[in-house]
């Protein structure tokens, strides 16, 4: 019976800035992406019957089942190529699940991926892009060739940051076991600022800086990328839900407290939260830190990753 694995990596979110509401009621934002080495595996295999069965070591994608973006990135191929076939899947889960990591859209871009091998589609690169942007707003980003990338309007337009080719940033990433959605996070938004209802202040170094919306877009990031500059980029590094997400949750506001006083630097939270993340310029600074943050309580997953 043919087989085919897919990796699917996780992405960080170097900076984030929400710009307005659409009209369609999603958001216009600005972000820049870095595909890191952290991945769930998707394994496709065909079946006799024309059936679409779903199993994973995750119970959250068990119960989800036809919710999931994976389903739906199946059932988007059948109908659209007027496929008869059956298909079994599982999804080896690593990546933490609804932490701004984008695990769901990666498997469900490496779903399409492996499809397009497993039935013979024959789908150019482009076309698998546009396949992408039909199921949700980063699948794109994984379909598309590059580490660095530029996301706009939904953040399912994408480009390659060029020059940036030889660029490997290392991160220690944090996930406290805290599961935000991102239609919950972009409701706090719009409470908050949409309405002007107020600003949060974060952690101790969110208020020295005062950090609110910046007037600054990404392109300072994109700089201090192509300058290979790690104190340039940890400074301008933002993200529109931060302050709102942790002011939600006391638990993430302290665990960003003790890492901040641990390493004496910026600590950041991806996408719609609730990982956390560190960027270093070599291994042997993240290495160092790790050991520092033995303490952390039990609850707590932490990963040593690099630019994929």
Not at 178 to 204: M, N
Not at 220 to 232: F, N, P, Q
Not at 277 to 305: D, H, Q, W
Request: proline share 3%.
């Amino acid at each position: 019976m043919k087989q085919v694995k897919v990796l699917a990596p996780a992405k960080i979110n170097l900076f984030l800035k929400i710009l307005n509401k659409r009209e369609d009621g999603y958001h216009n934002i600005e972000t820049v992406f870095e595909k890191i080495s952290l991945f769930d595996k998707v394994i496709l295999k065909d079946i006799p019957t024309d059936k679409v069965v779903i199993e994973s070591n995750c119970k959250d994608i068990l119960l989800a089942q036809k919710n999931n973006t994976v389903y739906k990135a199946i059932c988007l191929i059948k109908n659209k190529f007027r496929i008869k076939r059956g298909l079994y899947v599982y999804i080896e889960k690593n990546i933490p699940i609804a932490a701004g990591l984008g695990g769901g859209s990666s498997d469900a871009a490496a779903t399409i991926k492996g499809l397009n091998k497993l039935w013979n589609l024959g789908l150019s690169k482009k076309e698998l892009l546009n396949l992408s942007r039909g199921i949700g707003s980063d699948v794109p980003l994984f379909m598309a060739e590059g580490s660095f990338l530029l996301g706009s309007e939904r953040g399912n337009k994408v480009s390659k940051i060029s020059k940036t080719d030889n660029l490997k940033l290392w991160h220690i990433l944090i996930a406290s076991g805290i599961k935000v959605s991102t239609p919950y996070a972009y409701s706090l938004f719009d409470k908050h600022y949409v309405r002007g209802e107020g600003e949060f202040r974060g952690s101790s170094l969110s208020k020295r800086l005062r950090l609110t919306i910046p007037p600054y877009g990404a392109n300072i990031v994109t700089c201090a990328l192509l300058k290979r500059d790690v104190s340039l980029l940890n400074y301008y590094s933002y993200n529109s839900f931060e302050n709102l997400v942790i002011k939600q949750f006391p638990k993430l506001a302290r665990l960003k407290g003790v890492l901040e006083d641990i390493a004496h630097d910026f600590v950041h939270m991806s996408g719609s939260g609730s990982a956390l993340f560190m960027t270093f310029s070599n291994r042997k600074g993240a290495e160092y830190l790790i050991r520092k943050m033995r303490g952390l309580p039990k609850v707590c997953r932490y990963f040593l990753v690099s630019t994929l």
